[in-house]
């Protein structure tokens, strides 16, 4: 602006009062370009610049100065200052109007059209550069940082909540539990189930009540009342059970009440009765009311189990790579200094021997390391199930330690949720590693029967038992009983006959009869 000011100057013949405007006014444009952002110095020489525009514009009789006025204007906008750039519009227009009536220019036309023409576009430029600048700063905040402030806060939030409900309230199964009493006791039936989405196209038991174990439909892609309710968000009823195992020959009731959560399916609550027409419309409303409530709670304790189960996967993978590519690395690296020791030393009988110890340790540590490295990574696979996770660690772990492993495995195609399963996992991984490094066992006996929501898990060996002074194995146990707990399971420990230890972890009731 100043270089279009001295254009335009030089354009009409610039005379020696202009010039000396001139320079007054680069000087305190400099002035305010060396000065720190936000300084008093700054906010004085913007007004100093305003100033001398607006008695260069009044004495001189030359509008060319009025150029400049935007600037000091805007800039002040720009740095959030509003009060500073209305006050430097005020402050134009009273020396504009004092300098016209000294020098007796308020009658020209001219004059006061120059004057209100510039003092207007400096408003108009100020407002639409500070209504620009708002736009770009809201967008700027919009983009990468706001998820991570918004999950920060939901996170924060969550925490705040899980420490101030009991416990249960923030477990899936047990609030399934509850809502399949609730309803159970407000309406007859001969038995229920609570379900949950779980990813594939399938359902996971979170509950069940009723004289026997039920095969009840956990597939999404049949023609069933399960599907219907789940895919429409609307209760259905029916004459036909919602369990393959019952026979279809019986008179029965079924009601499929779906549970969704704003827009969201999280589950479904089925309840049967061994009569015909037992839920007709006004009973059928009586359960849809506990549904919103129930849905809310559900989904809250879902969506905390995901969350821990992603950040105890997360720091598993983390482990495990901190692991492999820092410790286990350098002991391979000791492992190969040793070998090349022994190579150099043919003479010196004792020296060698010792170094083959030596090598023996290395070997057997960086071995433990792999086989812990296999534990962090293992996870239950989103198609395979509980069992085969199961049964591949245990062929792992007893190929490399030398064991005969034993499988005995007996899983639905219904599946347990996903974090009770990773728990299941972890407990069978602790009861096999204790076999392998402290019982001394050449025999594993696995044995999984998975029939959701009822699990059992038991690893059995032929090993010298658990000592009373071995610190180490009681550790692993205590692990082993939180995991159980937090699951509402039962850890039993038993000795086996004639030698042994047999750990058994049991979710749930007996399985049906086959």
Known sequence: MLALVAALLLIHGARTAELLWFALLLAAALVVTVSPPGHRVAQLGRAAEVLIVALAASTTDSADFLVFLP??????????WPRFAAGYLALAAVVLAAGGAVEGNLDDRGYLGACLQWLVLAG??????????????????DETPQPYVEATRL????????????GATLDPGGLAEHLLDEVRAMVPSSRGAVLSGSGGGRLVVLAQAGVERLDWETALDTESS????????QPVVSSRSQARSVPPSRDISSMVVPLVAGVRTVGLIILESDSAGAYPPPVLARV???????????EAALLFDEV?????????QRLAREIHDGVAQELVMVGYGIDNAVAALP?????????RILRAEVTRVITELRLSLFELRSEVDRYGGLTAAIADYARTVGASAGLRVHLSLDETTARLPAAVEAELLRIAQEAITNARKHAGAENLWVTCAVDPPFAQVEISDDGSGIGENRPDGRYGL????????????????????????????????????R
């Open 308 to 316: 821990r189960s992603l950040a105890t996967t997360e720091e598993r």
């Open 124 to 141: 108009t430029a100020a407002f639409q550069a500070g209504l620009l600048q708002r736009v770009l700063l809201a967008r700027r905040t």
């Open 155 to 166: 996170l924060t939030q969550l925490r705040s909540v899980a420490r101030q409900l009991p």
């Open 226 to 233: 399960v599907a219907d309710a789940w895919a429409t968000q």
């Open 478 to 513: 205590a692990i082993m009983a939180e995991r159980a707990e937090r699951i509402r399971g039962r850890l039993e420990i038993t000795p086996r006959v004639p030698n042994g230890t047999t750990v058994a972890v049991v979710l749930g009731t007996a399985p049906r009869a």
């Open 347 to 355: 003479d010196a009988t004792a020296a060698k021997e010792e170094l």
């Open 71 to 80: 600037v000091p204007v805007i800039g002040a906008m720009l740095a959030g």
């Open 288 to 298: 849809t009311g506990l549904t919103g409530a129930a849905a809310l709670r559900l």
